[in-house]
C-alpha cells in the first residue's frame, strides 16, 4: 500500500488514507513535509522585559531597522550584539502591545497609551498632534491610525484617522491637506486591525470586512463593506503574502484578496477553534515565512494566555503541520549574514557559535522567520530539527484483520535516527492498544501486527524530509 502523505487533518474521518491525526514539529513543504528548524539563539541580549511588540523595517535607502518593545522601553538593535534604547524620554509604561510602520526614512510606533511615536535615527519622541491609536499602517503617502483617543472624539474604537498627504506630522483634518477621520459603524464592534494590501487599505472589526480606497478630495478615502461576517480578532494575526491577507476568522481560516474572503475549508478548523483559547484570540500572531511559502501562527491553547502554540499552513500546496512553542513574539529577522572573517569579532571560541549548518554564514541578508522566547531573546528559525513525530490515521477494515509486515518511509532526507510505534484496536471507536516501536533500520520498520485497524506514530531526530510510506500489509490474521 503506497500513501503520500497528507498532513495534519484532524477534521476529517480518521480512515481517510494519507492524513495525520497529530504531529508536532513538521512542517510542509512544496514536496512534503520536513522536520522544522529549531530556535537558535544569536548574539543580541535579552531585551528589557516581556516583549509586547517588534518589527523590523527598510529605510528608503534599503537599511534595515530591527525594534522590539517592552512595558518601559523601545530598544533598537544597533549591532549584532546590543540593543541601544530608543524610548522617548521618561519612557513607557503600558502592557498593550507595540505596533510599527514604516512611512520613508520615519519608523512611527503605537501603542493606544501615548500619542503615535516617531523615530528617524535616534531616540522615538511624541508626535503631539497626532491620536493615540491602538493600530497603526502605512500606505503609500498616508498614515493610517485606527482604534484611536483624541481631544476631540474621545475614545473611539470604530474610528480611524490618516495624516495629511505626504506629512506624518500633520493630523488636523483638512480637504487641503487631505488629513481625514471617520467612523466604521455599519457593522458592530470595534477595528481589530488595519493591513495594507497593494494601494489599498483593509480593514477588519470581529465580524466584518473593509476596503479602504483613496478617492482624493473632497472625501479623501472611501471604506467599503465586503458582504458576509468575516473578520479576525487581532492586528498581527492577518499575515500579507504581498498579492493576499490570509487569516483565522470566527470559524475557518480565509484569504482575502481584494476582492472577497474565501474560506480555506481546512482540514483543521475545527481541530483548531477547539483548542484555541477564544478569549485570547487577539493575541494570535502569524509570520510569513517568504523561502518556504509558509504561514505561522502562533496562538494560546484554551486555559492559556500565553503563546503556547502554532499551527503551520503551505498556502502553495495547502497542507499544514504544527511547531508548537511557548514564546513572548514572533517577527521577522534579517541576519547580518556573517562571514569567516568577522567570526573573531564576533565569536571568540568555535564553540561560541550557533549551532546552525556552516554554510549558513554565506547566506546574503533575507528576512528570517523568528521568535522571542520567554527570556526575552531573539531566537532565529533555522537551525536543525532536534525532535519531531506524526501519528497516521487509521488503516484497515472492519469486515477482515489484516497483519501489517512492516513500514517503508519515502525519504527524501532521512533523519538522524527514527522509531515508529504502531497501535490497533478491533473497532473504530475503540480504544487504541499500544504495540512495539521498531528502529528504522535499512530504511525501514520491520514488525508484525495483526488486527482490523492499525495507527502509526513516527518519531524522528534530527532533519528530515518525507514524502510518504509503503505499508506492507498481508490480509487475513497470522497464520
Same mark, same amino acid.
Not at 500500500?1 to 476529517?12: E, N, Q, T, V
Not at 531573539?378 to 477482515?400: M, P, S, W
Given at each position: 500500500?503506497?500513501?503520500?502523505?497528507?498532513?495534519?487533518?484532524?477534521?476529517?474521518d480518521?480512515?481517510?488514507?494519507?492524513?495525520?491525526?497529530?504531529?508536532?514539529?513538521?512542517?510542509?513543504?512544496?514536496?512534503?513535509?520536513?522536520?522544522?528548524?529549531?530556535?537558535?539563539?544569536?548574539?543580541?541580549?535579552?531585551?528589557?522585559?516581556?516583549?509586547?511588540?517588534?518589527?523590523?523595517?527598510?529605510?528608503?535607502?534599503?537599511?534595515?531597522?530591527?525594534?522590539?518593545?517592552?512595558?518601559?522601553?523601545?530598544?533598537?538593535?544597533?549591532?549584532?550584539?546590543?540593543?541601544?534604547?530608543?524610548?522617548?524620554?521618561?519612557?513607557?509604561t503600558?502592557?498593550?502591545?507595540?505596533?510599527?510602520?514604516?512611512?520613508?526614512?520615519?519608523?512611527?510606533?503605537?501603542?493606544?497609551?501615548?500619542?503615535?511615536?516617531?523615530?528617524?535615527?535616534?531616540?522615538?519622541?511624541?508626535?503631539?498632534?497626532?491620536?493615540?491609536?491602538?493600530?497603526?499602517? $502605512?500606505?503609500?503617502? =498616508?498614515?493610517?491610525? %485606527? @482604534?484611536? /483617543?483624541? #481631544? !476631540?472624539? +474621545?475614545?473611539?474604537?470604530?474610528?480611524?484617522?490618516?495624516?495629511?498627504?505626504?506629512?506624518?506630522?500633520?493630523?488636523?483634518?483638512?480637504?487641503?491637506?487631505?488629513?481625514?477621520?471617520?467612523?466604521?459603524?455599519?457593522?458592530?464592534g470595534?477595528?481589530?486591525?488595519?493591513?495594507?494590501?497593494?494601494?489599498?487599505?483593509?480593514?477588519?472589526?470581529?465580524?466584518?470586512?473593509?476596503?479602504?480606497?483613496? $478617492?482624493?478630495?473632497? =472625501?479623501?478615502?472611501? %471604506? @467599503?463593506? /465586503?458582504? #458576509? !461576517?468575516? +473578520?479576525?480578532?487581532?492586528?498581527?494575526?492577518?499575515?500579507?503574502?504581498?498579492?493576499?491577507?490570509?487569516?483565522?476568522?470566527?470559524?475557518?481560516f480565509?484569504?482575502?484578496?481584494?476582492?472577497?474572503?474565501?474560506?480555506?475549508?481546512?482540514?483543521?478548523?475545527?481541530?483548531?477553534?477547539?483548542?484555541?483559547?477564544?478569549?485570547?484570540?487577539?493575541?494570535?500572531?502569524?509570520?510569513?515565512?517568504?523561502?518556504?511559502?509558509?504561514?505561522k501562527?502562533?496562538?494560546?491553547?484554551?486555559?492559556?494566555? !500565553?503563546?503556547?502554540?502554532?499551527?503551520?499552513?503551505?498556502?502553495?500546496?495547502?497542507?499544514?503541520?504544527?511547531?508548537?512553542?511557548?514564546?513572548?513574539?514572533?517577527v521577522q529577522?534579517?541576519?547580518?549574514?556573517?562571514?569567516?572573517?568577522?567570526?573573531?569579532?564576533?565569536?571568540?571560541?568555535?564553540?561560541?557559535?550557533?549551532?546552525?549548518?556552516?554554510?549558513?554564514?554565506?547566506?546574503?541578508?533575507?528576512?528570517?522567520?523568528?521568535?522571542i522566547?520567554?527570556?526575552?531573546?531573539?531566537?532565529?528559525?533555522?537551525?536543525?530539527?532536534?525532535?519531531?513525530?506524526?501519528?497516521?490515521?487509521?488503516?484497515?477494515?472492519?469486515?477482515?484483520?489484516?497483519?501489517?509486515?512492516?513500514i517503508?518511509?519515502?525519504w527524501?532526507?532521512?533523519?538522524?535516527?527514527?522509531?515508529?510505534?504502531?497501535?490497533?484496536?478491533?473497532?473504530l471507536?475503540?480504544?487504541?492498544?499500544?504495540?512495539?516501536?521498531?528502529?528504522?533500520?535499512?530504511?525501514?520498520?520491520?514488525?508484525?501486527?495483526?488486527?482490523?485497524?492499525?495507527?502509526?506514530?513516527?518519531?524522528?531526530?534530527?532533519?528530515?524530509?518525507?514524502?510518504?510510506?509503503?505499508?506492507?500489509?498481508?490480509?487475513?490474521?497470522?497464520?
Open positions: 500500500m503506497k500513501l503520500r502523505w497528507a498532513g495534519f487533518a484532524p477534521d476529517l480518521q480512515a481517510t488514507p494519507g492524513i495525520w491525526t497529530d504531529c508536532n514539529h513538521i512542517i510542509p513543504t512544496l514536496r512534503g513535509f520536513r522536520g522544522a528548524p529549531s530556535p537558535v539563539t544569536i548574539g543580541l541580549p535579552a531585551a528589557a522585559g516581556a516583549a509586547t511588540g517588534a518589527a523590523i523595517v527598510k529605510k528608503l535607502d534599503n537599511t534595515a531597522r530591527f525594534f522590539v518593545a517592552s512595558t518601559a522601553k523601545i530598544e533598537e538593535a544597533t549591532s549584532g550584539t546590543a540593543y541601544t534604547d530608543r524610548s522617548r524620554v521618561g519612557g513607557y503600558s502592557t498593550n502591545r507595540f505596533r510599527f510602520t514604516q512611512y520613508g526614512d520615519v519608523t512611527l510606533a503605537t501603542n493606544k497609551s501615548e500619542v503615535i511615536q516617531v523615530s528617524t535615527t535616534g531616540s522615538f519622541a511624541d508626535q503631539s498632534t497626532a491620536p493615540k491609536a491602538g493600530i497603526i499602517e $502605512t500606505v503609500n503617502q =498616508f498614515v493610517f491610525a %485606527f @482604534d484611536t /483617543i483624541d #481631544g !476631540t472624539y +474621545g475614545t473611539s474604537p470604530d474610528r480611524w484617522w490618516c495624516c495629511a498627504l505626504g506629512d506624518y506630522t500633520s493630523w488636523t483634518p483638512a480637504i487641503a491637506t487631505q488629513a481625514a477621520t471617520g467612523r466604521l459603524t455599519s457593522s458592530p470595534p477595528i481589530t486591525a488595519g493591513v495594507r494590501l497593494g494601494d489599498n487599505i483593509i480593514v477588519y472589526k470581529e465580524r466584518a470586512m473593509y476596503v479602504g480606497v483613496y $478617492t482624493g478630495p473632497p =472625501f479623501i478615502w472611501r %471604506f @467599503d463593506e /465586503i458582504p #458576509g !461576517t468575516v +473578520g479576525v480578532a487581532g492586528n498581527e494575526a492577518v499575515v500579507s503574502v504581498g498579492t493576499a491577507h490570509y487569516f483565522p476568522g470566527y470559524e475557518d480565509y484569504v482575502f484578496d481584494g476582492a472577497r474572503a474565501v474560506p480555506l475549508d481546512s482540514p483543521v478548523k475545527q481541530w483548531f477553534f477547539a483548542d484555541l483559547s477564544k478569549q485570547n484570540a487577539s493575541k494570535i500572531i502569524g509570520v510569513h515565512d517568504f523561502d518556504r511559502t509558509l504561514i501562527w502562533h496562538y494560546p491553547s484554551e486555559g492559556q494566555s !500565553t503563546l503556547n502554540r502554532c499551527i503551520v499552513y503551505n498556502y502553495k500546496t495547502g497542507r499544514w503541520g504544527l511547531d508548537h512553542q511557548t514564546i513572548e513574539y514572533a529577522y534579517i541576519p547580518s549574514g556573517t562571514v569567516y572573517d568577522d567570526l573573531g569579532a564576533t565569536y571568540s571560541t568555535y564553540a561560541d557559535l550557533p549551532n546552525i549548518p556552516y554554510d549558513q554564514f554565506y547566506q546574503a541578508s533575507r528576512p528570517v522567520p523568528s521568535i522566547n520567554t527570556s526575552h531573546l531573539v531566537q532565529l528559525l533555522n537551525g536543525a530539527c532536534q525532535t519531531a513525530y506524526f501519528v497516521t490515521g487509521d488503516y484497515g477494515d472492519e469486515e477482515y484483520f489484516t497483519t501489517i509486515l512492516g517503508t518511509p519515502r527524501a532526507q532521512k533523519p538522524t535516527s527514527s522509531t515508529l510505534t504502531n497501535y490497533y484496536r478491533e473497532y471507536g475503540d480504544n487504541l492498544t499500544t504495540g512495539v516501536t521498531t528502529s528504522l533500520q535499512n530504511g525501514r520498520y520491520d514488525f508484525m501486527r495483526s488486527s482490523r485497524f492499525h495507527r502509526f506514530r513516527q518519531d524522528m531526530i534530527g532533519d528530515f524530509e518525507v514524502y510518504g510510506a509503503d505499508i506492507r500489509p498481508k490480509k487475513g490474521g497470522l497464520e
